[in-house]
């Protein structure tokens, strides 16, 4: 009962179970965010006039504190998982969006032109010119949007124990046992930084031309 | 009820506006906390940006530094603060501090950093030592970006202040928690409504420092 | 933002395990034909919702757990939709919750008048002759300077409550059995509200440090003793009776399960919940362990 690693009854999981379900209610939401922004990001490149309302709109949810967001939207999804992705997932889109309109517009023009005379067509283009040339921006984007994510799932603690690791903070404050709460904040901490060394990993993976060194940001 | 009608209700109502659980009162305590977060960030962040940017150097660590100080997750740190140092304003101000330090060290070390060193050389070459080459070539040219930075860590503060309100303290987050926990989600709208404002007031105010403070000739070119 | 929601609802959904998932609020019924058994946040319920599931599962009944979920003002609406099927309870607070006005002199016209207000969908099973009530307590400091004992009455603070600060968790300041009250029954009001957590740490911590002079402390609270809290009588019986008492979303029990939390209620003295509470808070042993061990002694695991 006193082990690092045993957890008390009622969070009912494992540790192991807890990062689980913690990297669910994380990673899921950024991959609803990436899959819905890249389309609005492609509307916004296309159609100029729609990104500086889009950006304003998000900087406005992105104001809204999570657990607000999380209290408010208990009335349509209930004390739930969803009610702590849904969030998640509007935070990566307005992280995500500004990143992918930069990356795909930083794609030269001539690049374009020169695709164009090999005969691409738009769909084509955007698939295997803009897109690969806007990776590095994606996965910055992505950075960013995973390790917050990570790090806010323990707010869903407060919704009824919706937060995974974080679920471990309310009994380390009750039953007065701070090696959970160290527990749960190095954890998640940790995850964090995998998170986004994998992603750095995978932009070593997806962009093969570019130079290895100095990419330490 | 959807939320604007929750919204609306709130504000009408006068209870709200007196008091020591009044709007004004819970504004200030949360303009108070973010505020004294901020300062406290900056003083860390910005010497330490300005001279490693200065330098060019450390780079590397700086990234490490950002990325651990961003996972590590503020609500978790509250709590583990509150449980370790007991109620008050310091185990506060440590997840807050600890959030707002990485954008603030970053942006600054990269602000600086990307200076154009033709100047910068330029000013060596007339012999300026090198504290007046980084305050008097550097920073102004890299006043935008450092900006850039502290703002975006103002709006963290700001949205992340109000899980204070989970360990007693005040704020905006107040209406959010007792709403929760009372189940009055006109409070819980109304407190989100308030906070968000206040982001959009913080993104205001930082337009209008910049506008003032930045040399016409670099807004020009940035 | 539609979309995004539908978007991350069906990644939800796609993903392997659904346990989850299910919907409190709008959702149906508590998933298959197992028993759920809630808790609100705070470590006595905790270990009432685990002694009466684990009662039910000494019966063969399928039982899972839903804990901390917040306050009463969350649970009781999960309860009537029927997302849990059995909380532990306490029969005065639960009155005061659906009939502000509500003043019974004995726990019999207490049982009479939640039954008259309680929801068509639920029903109450047998109280437990053990009390954990809400209570106005005073610090040691406070105590001493204002010459209170265990026999000063919550009005005896009449003419000082303006100088002090009481504490208690969020969901106090709006109810009957808290600032309401203290202000129609008794007249108080005090300098300010803090607010802190329902009779935990956050409470015991800003009483002991003087943050607060005033806190609703569980009268089953073993820091009671410990800290020289004292916990000031209730004459006019605000607080009320406050037996543990099963809630049960109707059709979600079998005549057995009654039996057993029935059985369990008979055993439970207040005696008995203070010596858990204690093992619970003061030994730090896990509720669940706590529970299991009592029903051992008791016949009935």
């Known amino acids: 009962m006193s082990g690092f690693f045993d957890l008390p009854s009622d969070l009912q999981h494992s540790y192991l179970g807890l990062v689980g379900l913690h990297l669910r209610e994380a990673l899921l939401p950024v991959l609803a965010g990436l899959i819905v922004s890249l389309p609005v990001a492609q509307l916004c490149v296309r159609f100029r006039w729609i990104y500086p309302p889009v950006l304003g709109v998000t900087t406005v949810l992105y104001a809204i504190p999570s657990l607000a967001f999380f209290v408010v939207l208990i009335d349509y999804f209930g004390q739930s998982e969803t009610t702590v992705m849904v969030p998640l997932a509007l935070y990566s889109l307005v992280v995500l969006v500004p990143a992918i309109v930069d990356g795909v517009r930083s794609v030269p023009p001539e690049t374009l032109a020169a695709a164009q005379a090999m005969g691409f067509g738009p769909v084509r283009r955007y698939l295997q010119v803009q897109l690969p040339i806007a990776v590095p921006a994606i996965i910055a984007g992505l950075r960013v949007a995973t390790v917050s994510s990570i790090s806010l799932v323990s707010v869903g603690m407060l919704i009824g124990n919706q937060g995974a690791l974080g679920n471990m903070l309310y009994d380390a404050q009750t039953y007065e046992r701070s090696a959970l709460a160290v527990n749960s904040v190095l954890t998640i901490g940790v995850l964090g930084v995998l998170a986004d060394g994998v992603l750095v990993l995978v932009r070593l993976l997806l962009t093969p031309w570019m130079p290895r060194k100095g990419a330490g940001r | 009820m959807n939320v604007l009608d929750f919204a609306r209700a709130f504000f009408s109502d006068g209870a709200h506006w007196h008091g020591y659980d009044g709007i004004p009162t819970r504004f200030a305590e949360h303009v108070g906390y973010s505020l004294e977060a901020l300062v406290i960030a900056a003083a860390i962040g910005l010497p330490v940006g300005l001279v490693t940017g200065h330098y060019g150097r450390g780079g590397n660590t700086l990234a490490l530094i950002a990325t651990a100080g961003r996972a590590l997750p503020s609500f978790g740190l509250l709590v583990l603060m509150v449980i370790w140092l007991g109620l008050g304003m310091l185990p506060v101000m440590i997840p807050l501090v600890v959030l707002a330090v990485p954008p603030i060290l970053v942006t600054t070390y990269e602000a600086v950093r990307s200076v154009d060193p033709s100047p910068v050389d330029a000013a060596r070459g007339m012999g300026m030592p090198e504290a007046r080459v980084l305050f008097q070539v550097e920073l102004p040219v890299a006043l935008p970006l450092i900006y850039s930075g502290l703002r975006t860590a103002a709006i963290q503060i700001v949205s992340t202040a109000t899980i204070a309100a989970y360990v007693s303290l005040g704020g905006i987050g107040r209406y959010i928690i007792d709403g929760l926990y009372q189940k009055d989600y006109e409070k819980v709208v109304g407190g989100a409504t308030l906070v968000a404002a206040l982001a959009l007031v913080t993104l205001a105010v930082f337009w209008a420092v910049s506008r003032l403070t930045v040399s016409p000739g670099v807004r020009r070119s940035g | ?301």
């Open chain 3, 1 to 301: 933002m539609v979309a995004l929601a539908a978007a991350t609802a069906l990644l939800a959904g796609c993903s392997s395990d659904g346990d989850t998932n299910e919907n409190p609020l709008t959702g149906g019924k508590a998933s298959g034909d197992s028993v759920v058994v809630g808790s609100n946040n705070f470590p006595e319920s905790n270990l009432l919702a685990d002694i009466y599931g684990e009662a039910l599962k000494a019966k063969g009944i399928k039982v899972t757990y839903k804990q901390n979920i917040g306050s009463r003002e969350t649970t009781y609406g999960l309860i009537k939709n029927g997302s849990i099927s059995v909380m532990p309870e306490y029969n005065g607070a639960l009155l005061a919750h659906l009939d502000q006005k509500a003043a019974p002199k004995t726990l019999d016209e207490t049982t009479k008048a939640v039954n008259a207000k309680l929801d068509s969908q639920l029903t109450l099973l047998n109280p437990a002759s053990a009390q954990a009530k809400d209570s106005v307590t005073v610090n040691a400091e406070t105590a001493e300077k204002y010459h209170l004992t265990g026999k000063s009455s919550i009005a005896d603070l009449k003419d000082v409550a303006k100088d002090l600060v009481i504490g208690a968790s969020p969901e106090f300041q709006t109810r009957q059995q808290g600032l309401v009250g203290l202000k129609s029954v008794y007249g108080l009001e005090f300098k300010s509200f803090k607010a802190l957590d329902v009779g935990g740490p956050l409470t015991r911590a800003a009483l002991e440090k003087d943050d607060v002079q005033v806190a609703d402390i569980f009268t089953t609270d073993p820091k009671i003793t410990e800290e020289k809290f004292v916990v000031l009588q209730d004459p006019k019986n605000l607080f009320g009776f406050q037996n543990v008492q099963p809630l049960v979303h109707k059709g979600t029990l079998s005549k057995e399960g009654v039996a057993a939390l029935n059985a369990v209620s008979a055993k439970l003295d207040t005696e008995t919940l203070l010596e858990l509470d204690t093992q619970l808070q003061a030994e730090k042993k896990d509720p669940m362990d706590v529970a299991k061990a009592w029903l051992k002694s008791a016949g009935l695991g």
